[in-house]
């Protein structure tokens, strides 16, 4: 059974950075696409970055493209999130996934596994 466990969040100042992290055991991580999804109160679930598990294709959403880097070590079965230039509408609980399937899907119900959250909030 794969485990996931999400860490990293925090508050931040808008322009600011965190680094998010998704630890993965069981199963076999590089054969994963993993994703970030974030869901901010009153909004709808969002995707947010997707990293195929071996050949390390990458998607983001628009908004997040050019501050935000998704990147993963299989040698320490973790997926990463890199967030620069954070802005107040970046505020939310942010998700990892992992799925079966071997390509990147932006559907939240592809996704079989996943962590528990983690909260990030910018603010001054």
């Known amino acids: 059974q794969v485990h996931l466990v999400d860490s990293g969040g925090g508050l931040v100042q808008p322009g600011g950075s965190l680094r998010l992290s998704c630890a993965c055991s069981?199963?076999?991580?590089?054969?994963?696409?993993m994703a970030w999804f974030r869901q901010a109160p009153g909004k709808e679930w969002q995707f947010v970055a997707g990293?195929?598990?071996?050949?390390?294709?990458?998607n983001y959403v628009d908004s997040v493209k050019g501050r935000f880097t998704i990147s993963r070590d299989n040698a320490k079965n973790t997926v990463y999130l890199q967030m620069n230039s954070l802005k107040p509408e970046d505020t939310a609980i942010y998700y990892c996934?992992?799925?079966?399937?071997?390509?990147?899907?932006?559907?939240?119900?592809?996704?079989?596994?996943w962590g528990q959250g983690t909260q990030v909030t910018v603010s001054s």
């Open positions: 990293s195929t598990g071996t050949s390390y294709n990458t």
């Open positions: 996934a992992a799925r079966k399937a071997s390509y990147i899907t932006l559907l939240r119900s592809g996704y079989e596994y």
């Open positions: 069981g199963g076999t991580f590089s054969n994963y696409p």
